[in-house]
């Protein structure tokens, strides 16, 4: 036991630290998703069919819009910040210049597509918070590696 906890708690050469890094982000990753999993299981029972339909056609869409606002910005704000040290307050700001832009982009696309008749159109404000929060997570992820 003392063993694990040395090795989950503590940096004590390069390659445990990277073991380590990557043992915890396997974790949380598969932790999240069967959190998730769990959760849209449980929301299909408690909604029904048809509301569930709605909401994972919103869910979806919002994936497919924020995978558009993305483009990879926080994987260059990382590797730019790890590469030059003394230009890393530049590169955060362009990157959220650049994000800020894209998400303003879709969301006007978005309320637009809801005033030209897009099906289920009050969902539309849902699906644009969604893209929102995860734009923002996704760049503070970036912003904290």
């Not at 073991?19 to 949380?28: A, G, P, Q």
């Not at 978005?110 to 760049?139: E, K």
């Amino acid at each position: 036991m003392n063993r694990l906890k040395q090795f989950f708690f503590s940096n004590n050469s390069t390659s445990q630290t990277i073991t380590k890094n990557t043992t915890w982000l396997v974790i949380s990753n598969l932790g999240g998703r069967l959190i998730r999993a769990a959760f849209m299981i449980y929301l299909a029972r408690l909604i029904g069919t048809e509301s569930f339909g709605i909401v994972a056609y919103a869910l979806s869409l919002a994936a497919l819009v924020t995978t558009l606002t993305d483009l990879g910005i926080g994987g260059v704000i990382t590797r730019e910040s790890a590469k030059h040290k003394n230009a890393e307050e530049k590169y955060l700001s362009t990157g959220i210049a650049t994000k800020a832009t894209l998400m303003t982009i879709a969301a006007i696309g978005l309320f637009l597509w809801t005033l030209l008749g897009a099906p289920h159109g009050t969902i539309m404000l849902w699906v644009i918070a969604i893209v929102a929060f995860d734009s923002a997570r996704d760049l503070s992820i970036a912003i904290f590696r």
